[in-house]
């Protein structure tokens, strides 16, 4: 019998002895050969062989070692959870002072240590130079700003909604919900089971009873502040909500939605827990430029109707009050002297659609703006009522407004007025956005016949008193002129420069589709579209049969 112990890996002394023999030679227990790892673990771990008696060894249940992975144990929300979490915190804050009976006067600008102060740069300063840079809701110009914006909504809804949100790991900055799938624009239907699962598969209670027999996709609006990295992550994530083009990766993705268009990456038809959404991407530079200056009126034009904030953030919330009172200043340009709050909504509501494309063509319900205002009466009487109470030239005159909780009263369509002083309305027009300002500049600039030179030096002298005035930028000559023009010209003039920042990225928006979104699901979206133009239509084509 020859015993030959076998070479011992690198380091280590020899624990196996192979014997070349015929005979079986009986180990005693004590150094019986074990499991050098435990097969319990994922890793390999050394085990070193016991010398004990096996009737001193513990027992074989706690010689389970059972391995808790660091995916097992509770995590700690991340940095960017934190903040998710807060945003959501200050979001029901805000939504909370919207429900204040105070609320109509709230954007009512005030200095609480100066009770004296009347209305000169200490109320306005935020409008004409707001700061962008802010990143805390206390940076806002005063408490309670902006708390118009949230629209009160069923609170299971709501959080079904919010819940949406965290099933992407890509961080969101800022988020609302929109549309008909949140904000009915019709009747209640009665949808069987049948109907509600080909739209939603798995809808919770709480979105089928909001729906109310209508089921819809529901549409959403996601800001973030990287591009190129929010489509990385969500595309590793959900690779599945992109059409080819996610193929080409981040890169590709984020310069198709930043260069084409008007800034947004839309991805339709995605089922997220059990719930049929549509969501677009924009970066937050592109959605607060939009807000402030009119440069596409594309996102603007949404905010300008009741949505539903999910996820707030103050530096949007300050781009939005600004796009919101250029809303109401620019259907004041729009309206008589006299007319009611019905009228000012559907002015308002109809901007975004004036050069919207799908409107010329029957790819949208004709009536769309009818049924937004005339079913959402409530939540733009939230919108607007505090911006209508907070400027000098418009007022609500009508004795229902003297009655306790008239904002809530549906029953009545009040009257509204507004003073037509040339230098008022004059000052409306030195208020719009820049961009769209400047646009509205050239038109009259061409109707008055003013030359190039003394046009550019009366726009300079307008900036040399702006960068000196310690009171709130005021209309000149320029500006009174335009208000004053007759009230039709002055409506078709307006009327065709908002087409004109609408149309071009509109279309452009429209045929990007077929690329982020992919043919089968752009067709399936048109066909929804017409088919929206055709039941519309059926009422009219009805009574005149009849």
């Not at 006299?338 to 559907?346: H, I, M, N, S, V």
């Not at 000052?427 to 500049?441: E, G």
Request: glycine share 4%; charged share 25%.
């Amino acid at each position: 019998m020859v015993v030959r112990p076998m070479p011992p890996p690198l380091g280590r002394f020899p624990t196996t002895w192979t014997y070349k023999t015929s005979l079986r030679l009986s180990v005693p227990p004590t150094v019986r050969t074990t499991r050098h790892y435990s097969v319990h673990t994922a890793r390999l771990q050394y085990r070193p062989r016991s010398t004990a008696p096996r009737s001193c060894r513990s027992p074989a249940t706690s010689r389970l070692c059972i391995r808790t992975f660091a995916s097992d144990a509770p995590k700690a929300p991340s940095e960017g959870a934190k903040a998710a979490q807060k945003k959501e915190s200050e979001t029901e804050s805000a939504a909370s002072a919207a429900c204040s009976p105070d609320e109509p006067h709230s954007q009512r600008p005030h200095d609480s240590s100066s009770p004296t102060t009347t209305s000169t740069e200490s109320d306005f300063d935020w409008e004409e130079k707001p700061n962008f840079q802010i990143e805390k809701f206390t940076e806002l110009p005063y408490t309670n700003f902006g708390v118009n914006q949230h629209m009160i909504i069923d609170r299971e809804f709501k959080e079904a909604l919010r819940q949406l949100l965290w099933r992407f790991r890509a961080p969101i900055r800022y988020a609302f919900a929109y549309g008909s799938g949140v904000f009915p624009q019709s009747k209640g239907g009665t949808a069987t089971e049948a109907e509600v699962k080909a739209v939603h598969p798995k809808a919770p209670v709480a979105v089928q009873k909001a729906q109310d027999g209508s089921p819809k996709m529901i549409d959403f609006i996601f800001g973030v502040s990287y591009t190129q990295h929010w489509h990385s992550l969500n595309l590793m994530q959900h690779r599945d909500h992109y059409s080819m083009l996610g193929s080409l990766g981040s890169a590709a993705v984020s310069h198709v939605q930043d260069k084409w268009g008007a800034g947004v990456y839309f991805n339709p038809y995605v089922t997220v827990d059990g719930i049929l959404i549509k969501y677009g991407v924009v970066n937050i530079d592109t959605l607060c430029r939009d807000l402030s200056e009119w440069d596409t009126l594309y996102l603007a034009g949404r905010l300008h109707k009741p949505v539903k904030i999910l996820r707030d953030d103050p530096r949007v919330r300050l781009a939005n009050q600004i796009n919101l009172l250029s809303a109401l200043r620019t259907a004041l340009l729009l309206l008589p002297p006299t007319f009611t709050e019905q009228e000012l909504y559907a002015t308002i509501a109809g901007i975004s659609y004036l050069g919207d494309p799908r409107m010329a063509f029957p790819t949208e319900n004709p009536k769309k703006v009818a049924n937004i205002v005339n079913h959402n009466m409530l939540n733009f009487r939230r919108l607007y009522a505090p911006l209508v109470e907070s400027l000098p030239n418009v007022d609500y005159n009508d004795p229902a407004c003297s009655q306790p909780n008239w904002i809530d009263n549906t029953d009545s369509v009040l009257k509204l007025q507004q003073d037509m002083d040339p230098v008022k309305r004059g000052n409306m027009v030195r208020r719009l956005p820049k961009a769209f300002r400047s646009k509205l500049y050239f038109e009259y600039q061409k109707k008055f016949q003013i030359p190039q030179l003394e046009f550019n030096k009366m726009m300079e002298e307008n900036k040399d008193e702006d960068a000196i005035s310690f009171k709130r930028q005021q209309g000149g000559g320029f500006e009174r002129r335009i208000a004053q023009d007759e009230p039709e010209a002055l409506r078709k003039n307006v009327r065709g420069v908002i087409k004109r920042t609408i149309n071009w990225p509109s279309t452009t928006q429209s045929i990007k589709s077929f690329f982020t979104a992919g043919v089968s699901r752009s067709f399936r979206y048109l066909g929804e579209k017409m088919a929206k133009y055709r039941e519309a239509s059926k009422p009219e084509n009805d009574e005149k049969a009849s």
